[in-house]
């Protein structure tokens, strides 16, 4: 292939994986932004982004804080009479995004999602104060100390390691690993 | 070979001649098909032209051609026009072939040269098969005059009038106990407001007192033999328990019936009737009916109120239902739809919150013969809502539920939303994804909406809930929606929201479909013959579809339909015999094992089983030609006319014979 793909068919590709049907079929009807419990915090709807897409609108889309506010509640997904799965396109813009490197300033989503796909493919689990590095510095003193309070609490019950662990065989898990995400720079 | 066989090769402009090498084609065959009995071969701009036709006339004259071969378009198409050429020249319509080139061959393709070899090899198996044809005859069958109408809607009654008026029998056949339909439960008519049941009425009256209508209400078809022009119907006249001779209508049963239930038919579960009842003050017929599951005399044996009060002896509790036959020439299905069901959409609440309305409850509920005698109020029975959403598209346009538009809904929610504005005062909120209103003065409908203030809300409503986040919204239901034009989402507190639900086909529109032949599509509609210029016949002859039984539509629409019905049937029936297409399945009896697969096979019930002689046998009337049965056969007992294995198999092998004899360099496309 030498034809450079257009942006909306970079994601159309991208979403093949998806069980739902391709975003060209919407129909602009807003069930999902309508139905959309974390809207308010995003700065354009989801239905504007699909319109978005569509049009081509690249440095837009990666410039939205849209899909780094997706709850992943999966609810647009059910409801959608067009049959998109919008909850996954989400998930296939934040990759897209970190792939490309262009992402809004300021957001704890990209560095989460990274910081998490690293320590997953390093041990092959996840483990909250690796994490949790991605987000404390932008609390406040009040947030930090309630954080503190839980961590001790998960702690004392056992229900959180002091240390990371890691999976065995985790040599064959990085190699199912690489094969699943060809974008690779992500480990 | 004795047969003197023309071929015909037609450029249809450049729909073939773009791709085919038309003359060398016909070139071709008038050298390489000689020996096949060819004796000429012409080619021709537009075969299907007078002209054209003159030209294969001539040569029958001239040349004394006995079999005619004609590679152009589809036999869908032109087949009846090179068979009426044909005739008109003295040769047997069926002893012309008309072979396609232009569908299966010069619209597929594009490389030329392959398009023009497979263009021989399609003419050689014609000119293969056609050696083999037999001059047939069409069959002739007379026509009954008389005609069933299944659906007393508005647009069965439409037909039957139409017909009536024409002078012809009509069987007007409706399950419930009065005719009318879902237009009887309506207020208003869109777009001009006039008022449903006045228009309807009248024309309910002359289908009750017209002398050639027989209205058969609360009966259904039960069994439907024959074929076209001669179908024997049987029809099950459910017990009314009430001698239509004697009953004069006074309604004297009815205020004296003691007993009380929902109407969850007319009233859609809004009023309640009496348990003899007729279902509206005009119904056609008079006569009431009564429910015997909740009548005290048939549950407890006692009561008989409406046996005492009557004043002609008119209750009769020992009717049984009846069988009848009637005996007609063509059926007309006008047997309507049915509204989507609201609850299989959990989130807008119906059942649960109270005050969401489905459109058919509204329309009783703002029709001055209803449970409110025409107030817009709240289920309480007397609050006025102030606010009032109204929710477009549902269970339409949505692969969740059906992918189709409804057509009917938009302009009946612009409908109500101007009855709710006029008689309530209340603030009107529509939320529609997309505005339909393409037919005559229904977009000036919409600017009137639009000037009278009404809020239109583009975005599909996600959710109705009465979970308030402000105390504004404490009390009230909030609609959750994004107004994509404003590209926010919005929750707007209503206290009365109408669901406009999309309409579907009936429940048991397939086991009817499998009654009467016919098949239905993927949403459940009856299929018609072609979508665009055949909308009101079906794949079987002598059956007619009208009204929303074909696909959603309006009043107008369904009239225009029902009375289009009643063209095709009164043209069937001045015609007084129809021939029927010779193209039928045989069965050689001596080959004939019994066994009886192919009985339960055909689409159309044509082949019975001679029990005495252990055979099964083909009813030519009711064949039409499918050849379903000749492939099913294990002994090759069945034969289908005009596709005998001989000119199959001989087809086959023409189509090959460019390969086979090596006569072209160029390879034909497998």
Known sequence: MTAELSFSNEIINMMY????????????????????????????????????????????????????????????????????????????????????????????????????????????KSYEPILATTY????????????????TGLVLKGKMPLLPKKIRRLKNFQRMVKRIIPLGEAS | MTERIGVYVCHCGTNIAGVVDVAEVSRWAGEHLA??????????????????????????????????????????????TFR??????????????????????????????????????????????????????????????????????????????????????????????????????FDKTFPTLDCSACILTPKMVDAGNHPNITLLTWSEVVKVDGYVGNFAVTINKKARYVNEELCTGCGICWEKCPWKVTDEVFEAGLGKRKVIYVPFPQAVPKYPVIDAENCAYFLKGTCKACEKFCPTDAIDFTQK????????????????????????????????????????????????????????????????????????????????????????????????????????????????????????????????????????????????????????????????????????QRRIPVDMVILSAGLEPRQDAKEVGKL??????????????????????????????????????????????????????LGKIQQKEISLEPVRASINEQQCSGCRICNGLCPFNAILFHEDRMVSEVNPALCQGCGTCVAACPAGAISGTGFSNEQILSQIEGLLLVNVNGKTTEAVPA
């Open chain 1, 17 to 124: 994986a998806t069980h739902g049907n391709p975003i060209s079929l919407c129909l602009q009807c807003g069930t999902c932004s309508g139905t959309c419990p974390a809207v308010e915090f995003m700065d354009h709807t989801p239905r504007a982004i699909i319109g978005m897409i569509r049009e081509n609108l690249k440095e837009e889309v990666l410039a939205s804080n849209t899909y780094w506010t997706c709850a992943s509640c999966y609810h647009c997904t059910v409801r959608c009479p067009a049959g998109i799965d919008i909850a996954d396109m989400m998930y296939v813009l934040k990759r897209y995004s970190i792939w490309k490197r262009s992402y809004k300033e300021g957001l704890i989503g990209p560095d989460f999602a990274e910081a998490f796909v690293k320590m997953v493919v390093n041990s092959g």
């Open chain 1, 136 to 151: 404390l510095p932008r609390f406040t003193a009040a947030q930090l100390v309630q954080e503190a309070l839980t961590a």
């Open chain 2, 35 to 80: 020996g096949q009995g060819v004796v000429v071969s012409r080619d021709y701009k537009f075969m299907c032209s007078s002209l054209g036709q003159e030209l294969i006339q001539k040569d029958i004259k001239e040349l004394g051609l006995t079999r005619v071969v004609v590679a152009a378009c589809s036999p869908h198409l032109h087949e009846k």
């Open chain 2, 84 to 185: 009426n050429a044909c005739a008109s020249a003295d040769l047997n319509p069926y002893l012309c072939e008309l072979v396609s080139i232009r569908e299966q061959d010069s619209w597929v393709h594009t490389d030329k040269s392959a398009a023009t070899d497979k263009a021989k090899a399609i003419i050689s198996g014609g000119v293969a098969r056609v050696a083999h044809h037999e001059a047939l005859e069409p069959l002739r069958v007379p026509i009954h005059p008389a005609t069933l109408i299944v659906g007393g809607g508005i647009a069965g009654i439409q037909a039957a009038l139409e017909i009536a008026d024409a002078g012809y029998r009509v069987y007007l056949v409706e399950r419930e106990p009065s005719i009318g339909g879902h237009m009887a439960q």
């Open chain 2, 321 to 488: 239902d009846e069988q009848i036959t009637v005996e007609v020439g063509n059926i007309i299905l006008a047997t309507g739809y049915d509204l989507f069901d609201v609850r299989r959409i959990p989130q807008y609440g119906y059942g649960r919150l109270p005050n969401v309305y489905t459109s058919l409850e509204f329309e009783r509920l703002s029709n001055a013969a209803g449970p409110t005698g025409g107030n817009i109020v709240l289920r309480d029975g007397k609050t006025v809502p102030k606010t009032v959403g109204i929710v477009h598209c549902v269970g339409s346009r949505d692969q969740n539920y059906n992918p189709y538009c409804s057509v009917i809904c938009c302009m009946q929610s612009l409908k109500f939303a101007h009855l709710v504005h006029e008689r309530t005062g209340a603030e009107v909120y529509n939320f529609y994804i997309d505005m339909r209103t393409p037919f005559k003065d229904y977009e000036e409908f919409y600017q009137r909406l639009l000037a009278e203030g009404t809020h239109f809300v583009r975005g599909k409503v996600a959710e109705i809930t009465d979970f308030a986040r402000t105390p504004e919204e404490e009390g009230r239901m909030i609609i959750q929606v994004e107004d994509t034009l404003i590209g926010k």
């Open chain 2, 516 to 569: 009467f032949g016919l098949a239905c599509g993927t949403a459940g509609w009856f299929i018609e013959r072609h979508p665009k210029l055949d909308p009101v016949a079906t794949m079987t002859e002598g059956i007619f579809i009208a009204g929303c039984a074909q696909g959603p539509k309006d009043i107008p629409a369904s009239v225009a339909q029902g009375a289009g019905a009643a063209a095709r049937v």
